[in-house]
């Protein structure tokens, strides 16, 4: 992965590739990720892919793994773009 991924890689990720792009979620704290399949850019989602508004996604992407379910993300991943 590239160095601008490595907040990411403190999650344990699942991943699913779909047409276009990779579909992460974590097993530990169950935040959604996709990336292009180039894997250049990465951003953050719902579980059903809908990139989150740009605070989370911000949040999401430069945070490392919480280490368990938050509270808060259950808010955060409603703020659809
Ligand atoms: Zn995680």
């Given at each position: 992965?590239?160095?601008?991924?490595?907040?990411?890689?403190?999650?344990?990720?699942?991943r699913r590739d779909l047409d276009h792009v990779t579909h992460y979620t974590c097993?530990?704290?169950?935040r959604d990720f996709r990336a292009s399949r180039s894997g250049v850019a990465a951003w953050s989602v719902d579980p059903a892919g809908s990139p989150l508004e740009d605070r989370v996604n911000q949040r999401w992407l430069n945070e490392p793994c919480?280490?368990?379910?938050?509270r808060r993300d259950e808010y955060d991943r409603t703020r659809i773009k």
């Open positions: 992965m590239a160095s601008a991924w490595n907040p990411l890689a403190s999650h344990d990720l699942e097993r530990i704290c169950q919480p280490g368990s379910p938050q």
